[in-house]
């Protein structure tokens, strides 16, 4: 059996098109092996979203490349983001890359692989038709057994002057929701316990497809016909979340009450030359009522400090913000010019120190802020998703609460109990970090 190695880069969504890979390989053949020197095909997955993004693929391209010198006969095949944003500019500066296949190549990688084995290739980039996966379309899951990510749209319309998505992924294409419900039975039959949905933005599933086909409308059909414990939503566009999606939750615990608003600035001149459909009255809203609906959600977002034009008075309309919502869990970014973005050309470019500057002024305006919020939990007995031993010690468990996302928020540490990885665990919280919780098992 002929052996491959796997680098997969950038968010969740990528990791998905990742999982499609590891299926499409081993219904080749092919078998995956973790050392990339015993591997006879090395395959990365790219990201190309913004620079820093950019940079790092072409870092983990030279590593290959660098163990293919003492081994000619492995192939190296780069795939997704960067290829499909870069296209021919990378057969110039990366002759030693065997084949380069575009975002939408994932579940056809095998075949793809078998053609540069035999020759049969014309060109060394190649980019498919858009796609959609499916739930026929095969997937091994590289996550931990009891969570999966789910994703359920390819593309986006939303055009933020910033963002090359559009002109990477395409416009905005939803699966169905027999399809989806198909797929999350599957995983809840592999023994998912945590299901996150995620898209470019979720809150515009549907909106290409009609016939009443939405975001409140797909999980309550992942409700009524799955009994996976935990869904979480992710990646939601602020106006696009309605009192009727806030209700459900409210009225089904199995929805957990967390949801992940990339906001990305609170100025309207900034949101504005963003192209962000919404104001700064618009997110104070949105807050209160996510708050008055569920009083007790976690709710995470992200800024993008630095944006052309952006003024200090700009920036501190964040820090005000941050203030007076108490948002749970906050990413803060510095703005990227993106060669191609209609941004790259805006008047008032900032250097790169202020940018930096103004990211880290707010990670520690929100450090000092989720100390306190954290409090919030001391004495609660929340239920657990045990992850395993603790990537700290091995005298402690680790785990999350419904509040904590997966590899984006803090965890809880468990001091005290005993549990198995997928386990469900009641904890009694008894400290609090910064981002982080402490706590110990108590009788069920």
């Not at 995983?187 to 497809?209: F, P, R």
């Not at 785990?399 to 590899?407: H, M, V």
Request: glycine letters at 6%.
């Amino acid at each position: 059996m002929a052996r491959f190695h796997l680098i997969s880069l950038g968010c969740a969504k990528n990791l998905v098109d990742s999982e499609v890979m590891l299926g499409s390989m081993a219904a080749g053949g092919w078998d995956l092996v973790d050392d990339p020197h015993d591997a006879d095909l090395l395959l990365l997955n790219t990201c190309g979203f913004i620079q820093p993004a950019v940079e790092e693929a072409i870092t983990e391209i030279f590593e290959l490349v660098r163990i293919k010198e003492d081994a000619p006969e492995k192939k190296i095949v780069v795939v997704g983001c960067l290829v499909q944003r870069y296209q021919e500019k990378l057969t110039e500066d990366l002759p030693e890359v065997d084949l380069f296949l575009g975002t939408e190549a994932a579940a056809d990688i095998a075949e793809y692989v078998a053609l540069l084995d035999h020759g049969d290739l014309q060109s060394r980039v190649v980019l498919p038709d858009r796609i959609l996966m499916s739930s026929t379309t095969p997937r091994i899951i590289s996550t931990p057994v009891f969570r999966a990510w789910m994703k359920i749209t390819e593309g986006c319309d939303n055009r933020c002057s910033y963002c090359m998505i559009p002109a990477i992924r395409g416009p905005l294409r939803s699966r169905t929701i027999d399809d989806l419900v198909i797929e999350a039975q599957k995983l809840q039959h592999y023994g998912v316990k945590e299901l996150s949905i995620i898209a470019q933005d979720s809150t515009a599933y549907g909106n290409d497809l009609g016939r009443g086909q939405n975001i409140v409308r797909l999980m309550d059909q992942l409700l009524t016909q799955t009994s996976i414990p935990w869904l979480r939503l992710l990646y939601l566009y602020p106006t696009g979340i309605s009192e009727e999606l806030l209700q459900l939750m409210a009225n089904n615990s199995r929805i957990v009450p967390y949801l992940d608003i990339p906001m990305q600035h609170v100025s309207d001149r900034v949101l504005r030359s963003m192209n962000r459909r919404y104001t700064s009255e618009q997110l104070y809203a949105t807050v209160s009522t996510i708050r008055n609906i569920l009083p007790d959600i976690a709710l995470r977002t992200t800024f993008l400090v630095g944006f052309p034009g952006e003024t200090e008075s700009d920036f501190l309309e964040i820090e005000t913000f941050l203030k007076n919502t108490n948002i749970d869990h906050v990413g803060v970014f510095p703005y990227a010019n993106e060669e191609g973005c209609p941004s790259e050309n805006f008047a008032g470019q900032l250097p790169e120190e202020v940018k930096l500057e103004r990211r880290d002024y707010l990670l520690d305006i929100q450090s000092d802020l989720s100390a306190l919020i954290q409090k919030k939990y001391i004495g609660r007995i929340e239920p657990v998703l045990v992850e395993g031993l603790s990537r700290e010690t091995d005298l402690l468990l680790e785990g999350r609460t419904r509040y904590q996302a997966p590899e984006v928020d803090g965890c809880v540490y468990i001091n005290d109990g005993v549990a198995n990885p997928g386990d469900i665990v009641q904890v009694r919280i008894t400290e609090t970090q910064i981002y982080d919780l402490v706590g110990g098992i108590v009788a069920r």
